[in-house]
């Protein structure tokens, strides 16, 4: 599984191209859509589509230009490109030999000669938490992203006489919406609200669920193939500037069903995370 290769597959699917299960892997069918995008163009096309098929081509090694949100040359040619390698990523591919080079995708093997920091004792961030929104399945059905962010906001800053927490801000750095868009809440730089005695040098990071979440199942449970795609990539980015150490879930540290299912390393990272 290649959080990257997720990115690219929600990118195809939402362009009008189906790449089959979102799933991190580079198939036939994958395969298929890819060559479709680049031969005929997108049949549909958003901001967020194009710039989740760019970040899946950067992640791969391919596309070197400014996410932007523009299909155009220089994403055709990185497309051209992966689909030329087979999907494997630019590091671990060699056209003239057409073999796999050996590495090592470990945080141990990201130099790290800048760090994101929290706080007034500038704490590094080095864990990084997965929650989910504890709202009934059909929730967000009739809401936008921007109204579901605001919902969210307001249950957090809203006076507690007002059914609120009476916070400053949003609890979590970060939002996935079920349409995979990524919303900024909390800046990155301030200590999180999101599990007490676990905020410091955390990145508390909010998934909307679409399913009532009423025991610990499976991630696909719960949240769409487009949040947990995104929110996997998200990881990618975030470890790729701060060597995170742990990758959890909110009920690892708290009596909580939060995020509703186990977050096993395996299935949101290649990297060595404690």
């Known amino acids: ?51 989740q098929l760019q970040r899946g081509l950067a992640g791969l090694g391919y596309y070197e230009g400014r996410v932007d949100g523009a299909y ?10 992966a689909i030329d390698a087979d999907g494997v990523p630019k590091a671990a591919y ?13 945080l141990g093997a990201v130099q790290h000669d800048k760090v994101l920091r929290q706080g007034g004792a500038n704490t590094i961030i080095d ?3 997965l929650h989910c929104a504890a709202v009934p399945g059909d929730w967000a059905a009739d809401k936008s992203n921007a109204e579901i962010a605001k919902s969210i906001h307001l249950m957090h800053t809203l006076p507690k006489s007002k059914g609120g927490r009476g916070w400053s801000d949003t609890g979590y750095h970060a939002i996935t919406c079920p349409d995979g868009e990524i919303i900024y809440a909390r800046p990155m730089d301030r200590y999180g609200a999101g599990a007490v005695g676990y905020n410091r040098g955390v990145f508390h990071h909010l998934m ?66 404690a």
């Open 1 to 51: 599984m290649n959080p990257a290769i997720r990115l690219l597959q929600l990118g195809l699917k939402s362009l009008g191209y189906d790449p089959g299960k979102v799933d991190g892997w580079w198939g036939p069918v994958t395969a298929a859509a890819a060559r479709g995008l680049l031969d005929q163009g997108p049949t549909k096309s958003t901001v967020w589509a194009v710039n």
């Open 72 to 81: 155009g040359t220089l994403s055709r040619i990185a497309l051209r490109q």
């Open 94 to 106: 060699s056209p003239d030999s057409a073999v796999l080079v050996p590495t090592k995708p470990t």
């Open 127 to 129: 864990t990084y938490c």
């Open 208 to 273: 909307i669920e679409v399913r009532t979440i009423t025991a610990t199942r499976h991630p696909e449970d719960y949240f769409t193939p487009e949040t947990l795609a995104s929110t996997r990539g998200h990881f990618e980015q975030i470890a790729q500037r701060t060597p995170i150490r742990r990758l959890m879930g909110h009920r690892e540290v708290a009596a909580k069903l939060c995020p509703g299912f186990e977050v096993i390393d395996r299935d949101w990272t290649d990297r060595a995370v």
